[in-house]
């Protein structure tokens, strides 16, 4: 634990060196409202790099991400707020508190005595079971964590089937109100797919955000390879009808079989 403590504190003292008279005039300009971008993007470098198991790619965005608590802590600190240290002791107490189980003698975990918890923490006398919405959450992940919460009091399917179907019906309804031309219930039936499409992902315990996210990425990968394919064969890509570049679509993910 020494060797922790020494090489924490060693960090929180670059960062203090950093946004110093002395230090780097970039560092010192940023601010709470400036890190944000910064913070969301190396979350999901994070992220991708546990996809692709890269232990060592993982070791650095780890290290990005703990860059970005230290530096909105140090900001903190210069503006009277709080300190690291009231950082790590209020999430020591918050993980004691949320683990009774662990730390007192709470018989085991339950998903319900997780949310009470949090509910009590936050002052909330008679909590929703849906639990209190995080409108920061990307809308997947918001949907998802909304699904979980009706879930643990019984509101769900009894398996992934009844999901599923509800996927057709969100379809076949979003159909109906185009063909109509009901164009203020458009939005309305494209957000009850999407949320059908989310429940589907949690019965397959699959993260609805990654799962979109490397469908937008195999879409560039191989958008880009079409690309490719019509420069190498003197081709114009605008001038294309839709049939030869679907054609090159098929292709590709042909090439991606073999």
């Not at 379809?171 to 109906?176: G, L, R």
């Not at 490397?214 to 009808?241: C, H, I, N, P, Y």
Request: with cysteine; aromatic share 6%.
């Amino acid at each position: 634990m020494s060797k922790i403590g020494e090489r924490f504190e060693e960090l929180v003292c670059l960062m203090q060196k950093l946004r110093s008279e002395r230090g780097c005039e970039w560092d010192r300009q940023q601010t709470h409202n400036s890190l944000k971008s910064y913070l969301i993007e190396e979350t999901f470098e994070l992220i991708e790099a546990i996809d692709q198991q890269d232990d060592e790619k993982m070791k650095e965005e780890l290290g990005d991400v703990l860059l970005q608590v230290v530096f909105h802590s140090q900001i903190a600190s210069e503006r009277g707020a709080f300190e690291i240290e009231d950082v790590v002791e209020s999430l020591n107490k918050k993980l004691i508190r949320r683990h009774p189980h662990v730390f007192g003698d709470s018989p085991g975990y339950s998903y319900q005595q997780w949310e009470k918890i949090k509910s009590q923490e936050k002052g909330e006398e008679k909590p929703s079971n849906i639990g209190k919405i995080n409108h920061a959450l990307p809308a997947l992940s918001l949907a998802r964590r909304i699904q979980e919460n009706a879930a643990a009091v019984g509101f769900d399917w009894p398996d992934v089937s009844g999901a599923l179907q509800k996927v057709d019906e969100e379809i076949q309804e979003m159909k109906e109100v185009m063909k109509a031309d009901r164009k203020a219930k458009v939005e309305e039936e494209l957000g009850d797919l999407l949320f059908a499409v989310v429940n589907v992902a949690r019965f397959l315990d699959l993260d609805p955000e990654v799962a979109l996210r490397k469908a937008t990425e195999k879409f560039v990968r191989r958008f880009q390879v079409v690309e490719e394919f019509v420069r190498a064969r003197g081709l114009d890509m605008k001038k294309l009808s839709l049939a030869q570049l679907d054609a090159l679509w098929e292709e590709v993910k042909g090439g991606e079989l073999e």
